[in-house]
């Protein structure tokens, strides 16, 4: 009869862990998009899209999970005025897969509690869908979905302070 050994590290199930990645603002072709695209690589922390990484702990899941709160027509220049001007645009939440975690302006902020990827569809569920920049917004989507599945309040200004207003 052969003896079963276990470790503590295969008794215990790795957590989730969950990342903040910034992006450059999409903008309408010409112009617009130029700016955009300065201010991104300025590092300009206001002109920039976060969103929400999940790496889950599983080894059977080799790819990562970015969710995220846009506009429904990012690119739209009606969209962009409506909402630079204040007013509510229709917004989405979307999920994709990634091979692997971006390079830059990825920050590793924490590791969830349980399945991070059925809390985060769980708090898009209950996410309103109507974007006004500055106060609901992907910073706020990042801010709540964060707090949502490590604890971590307000990540996106431990964030800037610690990168002094940069990412």
């Not at 994709?96 to 920050?107: D, E, F, I, T």
């Not at 706020?140 to 610690?162: M, S």
């Amino acid at each position: 009869m052969s003896a079963l050994l276990f470790t503590k590290s295969t008794l215990t199930r790795s957590k989730d862990e969950v990342y903040v990645a910034a992006v450059a603002l999409r903008a309408t072709k010409g112009p617009a998009q130029l700016l955009m695209s300065t201010a991104y690589s300025l590092s300009v922390w206001d002109l920039q899209h976060f969103m929400v990484i999940i790496k889950p702990s599983s080894p059977l899941l080799s790819q990562v999970i970015v969710f995220d709160f846009q506009p429904e027509d990012p690119e739209n220049i009606y969209t962009a005025l409506a909402a630079l001007s204040g007013r509510a645009v229709p917004g989405v939440v979307l999920t994709r897969k990634l091979r692997k975690l971006p390079r830059s302006r990825c920050w590793f902020v924490g590791y969830a509690e349980g399945n991070a990827v059925d809390k985060a569809y769980d708090f898009n569920n209950t996410w309103e869908v109507d974007l006004r920049i500055g106060l609901h917004d992907c910073r706020d989507y990042t801010n709540g979905l964060v707090e949502q599945l490590t604890g971590e309040k307000l990540v996106l200004e431990h964030l800037r302070r610690r990168n002094g207003g940069q990412s």
